[in-house]
């Protein structure tokens, strides 16, 4: 079909004709929400590098908990800030650490909503980074019994998925193995396959408090220069039981999550990280866009290219606009 024949305008006439056309959509079901839980009572500590997003203490956690749920969002991801770090990031398979503790009041006070957990130990390590260092450098094997433990007492204490971030090679499995002997073979993985050694998480080490002493990540989070490779990481977590596979950071990986979904028959999330969310408000704040449409247009511009979840910040502000 040619011109005059053909004329693409005429189906973007009106809003009624461009949405019955639409090929994709968002709704606040692709949403899940990060949450950030600290010790202490009433705290709700904001972050200034990230408007909007806190630092809570468990009754505001549970407050926030419910508003998301009402706004039709189906999941929050956990992250803890414990008051106490050490050099094996012990308060992360405590039973009665932060985390764990938030699982059981959220899963209490909002039983249908989803609660997921972000397996890591940088916010628990002294050091900041995301397992046992020995001579400066981060030990893979030593790091995935202590992975597991994390993941197990989450299980225990009442989450629904688990979500492993750290890079270890073997994690998946071993996270897999430990559920399953325990009697968790019920709770699905989310892995973190392709994450990526990337600037746009800056922002997010403010809230997290999670910022490495020393060094980088480079040696266990991806080179951004790679898209190969993360096919390779996606197989192997296929491999050892993950249910669900993630890219991270999402803007400046569209490319990698459109690979993914190609080539991979699970459902793949992208996390819209906390750099691509403060750039977006910062620029707002000056005037020099539409927050609200650049917003919107960012969230498709994930799903579009093959995402079937997004971890945003931007959830609740996304799911009321979408609710107009």
Not at 5 to 20: A, D, G, H, T, V
Not at 43 to 60: A, D, T
Not at 218 to 230: G, L, V
Request: with cysteine; charged share 25%; hydrophobic share 40%.
């Amino acid at each position: 079909m040619y011109f005059p024949i053909y004329r693409p305008r005429r189906m973007r006439k009106n809003e009624q004709l461009r949405s019955m056309v639409r090929e994709t959509t968002l709704s606040p079901k692709d949403f899940i929400y990060p949450l950030f839980v600290v010790e202490g009572k009433g705290v709700k500590k904001p972050i200034k590098s990230m408007p909007g997003v806190f630092q809570m203490s468990l009754e505001n956690i549970v407050k926030e908990s419910k508003e998301v749920y009402k706004l039709g969002i189906p999941a929050v991801i956990l992250f803890g800030i414990p008051k106490k770090k050490d050099d094996v990031g012990s308060e992360a398979y405590n039973p009665k650490g932060i985390v764990q503790q938030a699982i059981k009041r959220i899963k209490k006070a909002c039983p249908d909503l989803l609660v997921i957990t972000d397996v890591c130990l940088c916010e628990f390590t002294d050091h900041g980074h995301c397992g046992i260092i020995r001579d400066g450098y981060l030990q893979n094997d030593e790091t995935l019994e202590l992975l597991a433990q994390s993941a197990l007492s989450h299980a225990a204490a009442g989450a629904d998925m688990v979500a492993p971030s750290d890079m270890m090679d073997g994690r998946v499995m071993a996270i897999r193995d430990i559920l399953d002997e325990s009697g968790y073979g019920n709770i699905p993985i989310m892995s973190y396959a392709a994450k990526y050694a990337s600037a746009y998480y800056g922002p997010f080490r403010d809230v997290a408090e999670s910022a490495p002493k020393f060094g980088d990540r480079r040696s266990y989070q991806m080179d951004p220069a790679n898209s190969t490779e993360a096919l390779r990481e996606v197989a192997l977590d296929v491999e050892e039981g993950a249910d669900i596979v993630m890219v991270k950071p999402a803007l400046s990986y569209l490319d990698i999550i459109y690979k993914i979904k190609d080539k991979f028959d699970l459902p793949v999330a992208a996390y819209n990280v906390s750099g691509e969310f403060s750039m977006i408000k910062a620029a707002a704040k000056l005037g020099y866009i539409d927050g609200e449409r650049v917003m919107m247009e960012t969230l498709l511009s994930m799903k579009r290219a093959g995402a079937d979840i997004i971890i945003t910040y931007f959830a609740k502000e996304a799911a009321k606009v979408l609710s107009r």
